[in-house]
């Protein structure tokens, strides 16, 4: 062992892309624990959602940002507000791209706003496990020849291939600096605002088509009982009656299985016992309320 003190470094990673890229499971496997919902589904994340960890003498905090669409409405604009915002956020941004995908038209306006602004970024091809080599080494080439990306990067962030490299890259680029967070902390995001997205995350899972971009998930209880459990309430926010009545399923079949299947996951996640209770009303227009915003971190007139 040497008696030189070991350097200690910390700082932001901002993941960009488009829905669906893969920046949530990234974060997810860089932590080894879920700290961001995932779905097949695009614009699952609403917000950044910071995934914090450790690799070797380094605390990288990963800033998994919404992906970036073309907004239709309020919350649209709020969510690609909340993406970009965080490039201004993080010491190095990361450029993710679903190789299937390939250069498509939202890696393509992202790739314009980073030049238009003088900004630097690092690419990580995403999925390469799901594309030959030859389609890959051709959209790499491609993405390379449009933008002077630093390095470049191809992973599969759902099993790990190719993950350490750029972990290691990050570890030895980001600044000297004492850890912002405790060693064991995973985010910053409080567990009930986590249970929601849980909540949410099932809903994707669930039901179909466009139902689940109408909805939203706030806490409303997240007490410890006397018993050392935790009680815990959520309602399920929709626009419509006929909304509410698709969420609850016949006899209440589907809000059960929501529920189980969320304290399930909850209860494994946190090793706690959990009473999870779930309430649908109908609240039109929620997606133009302010107050839906404030504890998401979400900007309303984005």
Request: net charge negative; aromatic share 8%.
């Amino acid at each position: 062992m040497s008696n030189e003190e070991v350097v200690s470094r910390c700082g932001f990673v901002t993941l960009l892309g488009a829905p669906n890229a893969g920046k949530s499971t990234l974060t997810n496997n860089f932590v080894g624990s879920k700290v961001s919902i995932v779905s097949p589904k695009a614009q699952t994340t609403r917000t950044t959602v910071k995934g914090i960890g450790i690799f070797e003498n380094t605390q990288i905090i990963f800033l998994d940002t919404p992906g970036i669409f073309k907004p239709k409405r309020r919350l649209d604009r709020a969510m690609v507000n909340s993406a970009w915002s965080g490039v201004n956020d993080g010491d190095i941004t990361a450029l993710l791209v679903d190789a299937r995908r390939g250069f498509d038209d939202e890696t393509k306006s992202i790739i314009a706003k980073l030049k238009e602004n003088g900004m630097s970024a690092v690419l990580v091809l995403n999925k390469v496990d799901l594309v030959n080599d030859e389609k890959l080494l051709g959209l790499c080439a491609q993405l390379n020849k449009e933008f002077e990306f630093v390095e470049t990067f191809m992973i599969s962030a759902l099993d790990g291939k190719g993950t350490d490299e750029f972990y290691k890259y990050l570890a030895d680029n980001l600044p000297v600096s004492p850890w912002y967070y405790p060693e064991e902390q995973m985010s910053d995001l409080p567990l009930k605002l986590l249970s929601a997205e849980i909540v949410r995350e099932k809903l994707f899972l669930y039901l179909h088509q466009e139902l689940p971009y109408a909805i939203t998930v706030e806490p409303e209880l997240w007490e410890r009982r006397e018993d050392g459990s935790i009680r815990a309430e959520m309602t399920i926010y929709v626009e419509r009656d006929g909304q509410k009545q698709i969420v609850l399923g016949k006899s209440g079949s589907m809000i059960k299985k929501i529920g189980q299947s969320a304290r399930k996951e909850l209860e494994e996640l946190l090793e706690e016992r959990i009473h999870l209770f779930l309430f649908v009303k109908v609240r039109q227009n929620w997606g133009d309320d302010p107050a839906r915003y404030s504890d998401w971190n979400l900007q309303f007139n984005s």
